[in-house]
T-cell receptor, first 113, second 111 residues
Framework: GAGVSQSPSNKVTEKGKDVELRCDPI?????LYWYRQSLGQGLEFLIY????????KSGLPSDRFSAERTGGSVSTLTIQRTQQEDSAVYLC???????????FGPGTRLLVL | EDKVVQSPLSLVVHEGDTVTLNCSYEVTNFRSLLWYKQEKKAPTFLFML????IEKKSGRLSSILDKKELFSILNITATQTGDSAVYLCAVEGSGTYKYIFGTGTRLKVLA
Protein backbone atom coordinates (compact mmCIF):
# COMPACT_ATOMS: atom_id res chain seq x y z
CA GLY A 1 0.00 0.00 0.00
CA ALA A 2 2.97 2.28 -0.52
CA GLY A 3 2.50 5.76 -1.89
CA VAL A 4 4.57 7.43 -4.57
CA SER A 5 8.26 7.13 -3.83
CA GLN A 6 11.14 9.12 -5.26
CA SER A 7 14.87 8.66 -5.12
CA PRO A 8 17.23 10.02 -4.20
CA SER A 9 15.65 12.28 -1.60
CA ASN A 10 18.56 14.69 -1.91
CA LYS A 11 21.18 15.11 -4.60
CA VAL A 12 24.14 17.47 -4.67
CA THR A 13 26.04 17.63 -7.92
CA GLU A 14 28.56 19.78 -9.68
CA LYS A 15 27.67 22.00 -12.58
CA GLY A 16 28.02 20.13 -15.86
CA LYS A 17 27.32 16.68 -14.46
CA ASP A 18 24.33 14.55 -15.45
CA VAL A 19 21.74 13.48 -12.88
CA GLU A 20 18.98 10.91 -12.92
CA LEU A 21 15.90 11.19 -10.73
CA ARG A 22 13.59 8.27 -10.19
CA CYS A 23 9.87 8.02 -9.47
CA ASP A 24 7.96 4.90 -8.45
CA PRO A 25 4.24 5.59 -8.81
CA ILE A 26 1.44 3.88 -6.95
CA UNK A 27 0.86 0.45 -8.44
CA UNK A 28 -1.85 0.49 -11.09
CA UNK A 29 -1.69 4.22 -11.70
CA UNK A 30 -1.59 4.87 -15.42
CA UNK A 31 -0.91 8.61 -15.25
CA LEU A 32 2.38 10.02 -14.00
CA TYR A 33 3.45 13.68 -13.71
CA TRP A 34 6.72 15.50 -13.08
CA TYR A 35 6.84 18.99 -11.57
CA ARG A 36 9.56 21.15 -10.14
CA GLN A 37 9.61 23.87 -7.57
CA SER A 38 12.50 26.28 -7.23
CA LEU A 39 13.19 27.90 -3.87
CA GLY A 40 10.47 30.41 -3.04
CA GLN A 41 8.79 29.84 -6.38
CA GLY A 42 5.54 28.29 -7.47
CA LEU A 43 5.04 24.86 -8.90
CA GLU A 44 6.10 24.28 -12.51
CA PHE A 45 4.69 21.44 -14.59
CA LEU A 46 7.27 19.49 -16.59
CA ILE A 47 5.74 16.45 -18.27
CA TYR A 48 2.88 13.97 -18.15
CA UNK A 49 2.92 10.26 -19.02
CA UNK A 50 -0.08 8.20 -19.97
CA UNK A 51 1.24 4.68 -19.73
CA UNK A 52 4.71 4.78 -21.24
CA UNK A 53 4.08 7.65 -23.56
CA UNK A 54 4.37 11.40 -23.07
CA UNK A 55 2.07 13.13 -25.56
CA UNK A 56 3.58 16.58 -25.00
CA LYS A 57 7.18 17.28 -24.00
CA SER A 58 7.06 21.02 -24.47
CA GLY A 59 6.87 21.64 -20.71
CA LEU A 60 10.44 20.46 -20.26
CA PRO A 61 12.61 23.57 -19.64
CA SER A 62 15.32 22.77 -22.19
CA ASP A 63 16.72 19.97 -24.33
CA ARG A 64 19.00 19.03 -21.44
CA PHE A 65 15.91 17.54 -19.77
CA SER A 66 14.48 14.19 -20.79
CA ALA A 67 12.09 11.75 -19.21
CA GLU A 68 11.03 8.21 -19.82
CA ARG A 69 8.70 5.70 -18.33
CA THR A 70 9.00 1.95 -18.73
CA GLY A 71 6.56 -0.88 -18.13
CA GLY A 72 3.88 1.65 -17.28
CA SER A 73 5.54 2.05 -13.92
CA VAL A 74 8.88 3.60 -12.97
CA SER A 75 9.81 6.92 -14.52
CA THR A 76 13.19 8.58 -14.77
CA LEU A 77 13.87 12.27 -15.25
CA THR A 78 17.35 12.93 -16.57
CA ILE A 79 19.08 16.29 -16.56
CA GLN A 80 22.23 16.50 -18.65
CA ARG A 81 25.00 19.05 -18.12
CA THR A 82 23.31 20.45 -15.02
CA GLN A 83 23.28 24.18 -14.42
CA GLN A 84 22.83 26.07 -11.16
CA GLU A 85 19.36 27.18 -12.23
CA ASP A 86 18.32 23.51 -12.27
CA SER A 87 18.50 23.52 -8.46
CA ALA A 88 14.99 22.82 -7.23
CA VAL A 89 12.74 20.22 -5.68
CA TYR A 90 11.58 17.78 -8.35
CA LEU A 91 8.18 16.29 -7.56
CA CYS A 92 6.49 13.30 -9.08
CA UNK A 93 2.79 12.48 -8.83
CA UNK A 94 0.61 9.66 -10.10
CA UNK A 95 -3.10 9.12 -10.57
CA UNK A 96 -5.19 6.13 -11.54
CA UNK A 97 -6.43 7.96 -14.60
CA UNK A 98 -5.67 11.43 -15.86
CA UNK A 99 -8.69 13.19 -14.39
CA UNK A 100 -8.49 11.62 -10.98
CA UNK A 101 -6.75 12.58 -7.77
CA UNK A 102 -3.00 12.99 -8.08
CA UNK A 103 -0.83 11.65 -5.27
CA PHE A 104 2.53 13.28 -4.81
CA GLY A 105 5.83 11.76 -3.80
CA PRO A 106 8.11 13.45 -1.25
CA GLY A 107 10.30 14.99 -3.93
CA THR A 108 14.00 15.01 -4.77
CA ARG A 109 15.88 18.09 -3.67
CA LEU A 110 18.56 18.84 -6.27
CA LEU A 111 21.38 21.24 -5.59
CA VAL A 112 23.79 22.10 -8.38
CA LEU A 113 27.01 23.71 -7.15
CA GLU B 1 -0.16 33.61 -23.80
CA ASP B 2 -1.91 31.31 -21.34
CA LYS B 3 -1.88 32.56 -17.77
CA VAL B 4 -3.30 31.96 -14.32
CA VAL B 5 -3.66 34.72 -11.72
CA GLN B 6 -4.44 34.02 -8.10
CA SER B 7 -5.62 36.49 -5.51
CA PRO B 8 -5.03 37.54 -2.88
CA LEU B 9 -1.30 36.77 -2.70
CA SER B 10 -1.59 36.28 1.04
CA LEU B 11 -4.27 36.28 3.65
CA VAL B 12 -4.35 36.17 7.45
CA VAL B 13 -7.56 35.13 9.21
CA HIS B 14 -8.64 33.82 12.58
CA GLU B 15 -9.89 30.34 13.31
CA GLY B 16 -13.55 30.00 12.45
CA ASP B 17 -13.48 32.56 9.67
CA THR B 18 -14.57 31.74 6.13
CA VAL B 19 -12.13 32.49 3.31
CA THR B 20 -12.52 32.73 -0.43
CA LEU B 21 -9.53 32.30 -2.70
CA ASN B 22 -9.68 33.36 -6.31
CA CYS B 23 -8.17 31.98 -9.49
CA SER B 24 -8.71 33.64 -12.86
CA TYR B 25 -7.31 32.29 -16.09
CA GLU B 26 -6.78 32.78 -19.75
CA VAL B 27 -6.13 29.58 -21.66
CA THR B 28 -6.75 28.32 -25.13
CA ASN B 29 -9.50 25.71 -25.19
CA PHE B 30 -9.94 25.23 -21.45
CA ARG B 31 -9.98 21.62 -20.33
CA SER B 32 -9.64 21.54 -16.54
CA LEU B 33 -8.75 23.58 -13.46
CA LEU B 34 -7.05 22.09 -10.44
CA TRP B 35 -6.61 23.22 -6.84
CA TYR B 36 -3.76 22.05 -4.60
CA LYS B 37 -2.78 22.70 -0.99
CA GLN B 38 0.92 22.91 -0.17
CA GLU B 39 2.29 23.00 3.33
CA LYS B 40 5.99 22.45 3.90
CA LYS B 41 6.58 19.67 1.48
CA ALA B 42 4.76 18.14 -1.47
CA PRO B 43 1.37 19.45 -2.57
CA THR B 44 -1.89 17.75 -1.81
CA PHE B 45 -4.40 17.53 -4.63
CA LEU B 46 -7.76 19.06 -3.66
CA PHE B 47 -10.10 19.30 -6.63
CA MET B 48 -10.28 19.03 -10.39
CA LEU B 49 -13.03 21.03 -12.11
CA UNK B 50 -14.00 20.47 -15.70
CA UNK B 51 -16.83 21.38 -18.02
CA UNK B 52 -18.72 18.38 -16.71
CA UNK B 53 -17.97 19.08 -13.07
CA ILE B 54 -18.10 22.76 -12.20
CA GLU B 55 -18.72 22.39 -8.49
CA LYS B 56 -16.91 20.21 -5.98
CA LYS B 57 -17.16 19.89 -2.20
CA SER B 58 -15.17 18.02 0.38
CA GLY B 59 -15.85 18.71 4.02
CA ARG B 60 -15.20 22.36 4.75
CA LEU B 61 -13.69 22.98 1.32
CA SER B 62 -15.68 23.70 -1.81
CA SER B 63 -14.88 25.06 -5.22
CA ILE B 64 -16.80 26.33 -8.19
CA LEU B 65 -15.81 27.05 -11.74
CA ASP B 66 -17.28 29.85 -13.84
CA LYS B 67 -16.33 29.04 -17.41
CA LYS B 68 -18.07 32.09 -18.78
CA GLU B 69 -16.18 34.55 -16.58
CA LEU B 70 -13.02 32.41 -16.58
CA PHE B 71 -12.45 32.03 -12.87
CA SER B 72 -12.72 29.64 -9.99
CA ILE B 73 -13.06 30.17 -6.26
CA LEU B 74 -11.99 27.95 -3.41
CA ASN B 75 -14.01 28.39 -0.23
CA ILE B 76 -12.89 27.22 3.17
CA THR B 77 -15.44 27.51 5.96
CA ALA B 78 -14.79 27.35 9.71
CA THR B 79 -11.04 27.65 9.10
CA GLN B 80 -8.58 25.84 11.36
CA THR B 81 -4.89 26.43 11.98
CA GLY B 82 -4.24 23.27 9.94
CA ASP B 83 -5.61 25.05 6.89
CA SER B 84 -2.54 27.30 6.91
CA ALA B 85 -0.78 26.60 3.63
CA VAL B 86 -0.18 27.88 0.12
CA TYR B 87 -3.13 27.15 -2.15
CA LEU B 88 -2.23 26.64 -5.79
CA CYS B 89 -4.44 26.80 -8.83
CA ALA B 90 -3.52 25.31 -12.21
CA VAL B 91 -5.26 25.25 -15.56
CA GLU B 92 -4.96 22.88 -18.48
CA GLY B 93 -5.80 23.70 -22.07
CA SER B 94 -7.32 21.08 -24.28
CA GLY B 95 -4.78 19.08 -26.23
CA THR B 96 -1.80 20.53 -24.42
CA TYR B 97 -1.27 18.02 -21.61
CA LYS B 98 0.34 20.83 -19.61
CA TYR B 99 -0.72 22.54 -16.43
CA ILE B 100 -0.08 26.26 -15.99
CA PHE B 101 0.20 27.30 -12.37
CA GLY B 102 -0.61 30.51 -10.59
CA THR B 103 1.79 31.83 -7.97
CA GLY B 104 -0.46 30.69 -5.14
CA THR B 105 -2.26 32.28 -2.20
CA ARG B 106 -0.54 32.00 1.17
CA LEU B 107 -3.16 31.51 3.87
CA LYS B 108 -2.36 31.83 7.55
CA VAL B 109 -5.00 30.92 10.11
CA LEU B 110 -4.37 32.27 13.60
CA ALA B 111 -5.60 30.45 16.69
Amino acid sequence: GAGVSQSPSNKVTEKGKDVELRCDPISGHTALYWYRQSLGQGLEFLIYFQGNSAPDKSGLPSDRFSAERTGGSVSTLTIQRTQQEDSAVYLCASSKYREETQYFGPGTRLLVL
Amino acid sequence: EDKVVQSPLSLVVHEGDTVTLNCSYEVTNFRSLLWYKQEKKAPTFLFMLTSSGIEKKSGRLSSILDKKELFSILNITATQTGDSAVYLCAVEGSGTYKYIFGTGTRLKVLA
